[in-house]
Structure formats: C-alpha cells, structure tokens
C-alpha cells in the first residue's frame, strides 16, 4: 500500500513552453502533497505544499507564478512549470500524506526528470 | 539555516563492512527521525524511522542509534553489500510542522 505515481517519468522540452507533471495517490487519499526539487548529487529542496482545495504553500525563493501547483482532488496534484527554460532543468519528485496515517508519514514518487533544451 | 546536519558527504565501505552516517540537528520539536534510500533517477524510500523515545531500533542489517543529549542520530549498515550502494538522506519531523527536513545526504559505494 501507499504508492505514489508520477506522470510522465520524464520529459524533454523547447525553452519557452510549459510542462505538467502529475502526482498521484494510487491506493490512498492525500490531503497534502509536497513537491520536491533535487539537482545532481545534491538534497531535496522542498519547493512547496498543497492541500486538496487550497492554495499552495510555496517555500522561499520558488516563484509562485513559474511553478504552478493545484491539489484538485484527494489523489491528485499537478505541477505546471510554465515558460521552461534550461535552468529549470531538474529531478522533480513529488510525496504524499496519507489522510489515514500519522503526519509525519510521507510517501515519495519515483520523481520526474525535466530536460529544457 | 540547515536544520539537520548530515556527515559524512560521501563513503566508501568494503563488501561486508560497516557503514555509519551522521545526523545532527538542533531543534527539540523534532520527534521522528527517518532515513531515506535513494537510488540514482528514483525517489526516496522510507529505509527505517525512530521516535525520541528509543535509543536504538534495529531492522535487518539497518540500525538507528539515537542520542536526545546530544541531539545525534545514526544509520549503521552492518554486513554492507554492493546493492546497498546508494544516496542516503537523514530526515527529522516536528508536530508542529508540515514537512520533512532533509540533510544533505550521503553517498555510500560498497566495493565488492
């Protein structure tokens, strides 16, 4: 139980569009889902929280209006990473609470990897 | 501000040996204390976890040593294999809070 899926597993795309990327609860309800970003060799920066319903949480220094994040229902969060560039580039893992479990149970996707050319 | 210090950066074990990672943190909030397995273009794994209230807690070959005193927590891998050859991030959780904190992570190679 508690798996966590991420679509796509990677993608590759031209500077200047925008790319989507979904996180799914397989077998349980996530009121909150966090998203990650991780660059080679290096840790986890948690980019921001969403709660189903809600608005996002983002964390210091991720702008808002690039990383676009909606938590439209108890198995589902999308990240959106509008107006790519290269520097954006990166290892983009997602995690889930389980609505049923203690808080401090998370459980981790397989992450995406995002290539801007 | 790093919350959760994690040492060694990198490691290198013989098939067979010890591995031992680090962790120090400073808040007294932290209640849970994870650690994670990573391997290379996968997500994090839950490896094993432990609450303040034990000094240690042991599944298989993996091993959580925790001191509240001095605020430290450790993985041991006894009898460390080249399978285990991996990222390894230390992790801490407070109530009060709403996400992990991660340390920076190690990299352990077993040599066989």
């Known amino acids: 139980g508690a798996v966590v899926s991420q679509h796509p597993s990677r993608v590759i795309c031209k500077s200047g569009t925008s790319v989507k990327i979904e996180c799914r609860s397989l077998?349980?309800?996530?009121?909150?889902m966090f998203w990650y970003r991780q660059f080679p060799k290096k840790s986890l920066m948690l980019m921001a929280t969403?709660?189903?319903?809600?608005?996002?949480?983002?964390e210091q220094g991720v702008e808002k209006d690039k990383f676009l994040i909606n938590h439209a229902s108890l198995t589902l969060s999308t990240l959106t990473v509008t107006s790519a560039h290269p520097e954006d580039s990166s290892f983009y893992i997602c995690?889930?609470?389980?609505?049923?479990?203690?808080?401090?149970?998370?459980?981790f996707g397989p992450g995406t990897r995002l290539t801007v050319l | 501000q790093q919350q959760v210090k994690q040492s060694p950066q990198s490691l290198i074990v013989q098939k067979g040996g010890i591995s031992i990672i680090n962790c120090a943190y400073e808040n007294t909030a932290f209640d849970y204390f994870p650690w994670y397995q990573q391997f290379p273009g996968k997500g994090p794994a839950l490896l094993i976890a432990?609450?303040?209230?034990?000094s240690e807690k042991k599944e298989g070959r993996f091993t959580i040593s925790f001191n509240k005193s001095a605020k430290q927590f450790s993985l041991h891998i006894m009898d460390s294999q080249p399978g285990d050859s991996a990222t390894y991030f230390c992790?801490?959780?407070?109530?009060?809070?709403?996400?992990?904190?991660f340390g920076k992570g190690t990299t352990l190679s077993v040599s066989s």
């Open positions: 077998d349980f309800q996530a009121t909150t």
């Open positions: 432990i609450r303040p209230d034990v």
């Open positions: 992790a801490a959780f407070s109530q009060a809070g709403t996400a992990l904190i």
């Open positions: 969403s709660n189903e319903g809600s608005k996002a949480t983002y």
């Open positions: 995690s889930a609470r389980d609505k049923a479990r203690a808080l401090y149970e998370q459980f």
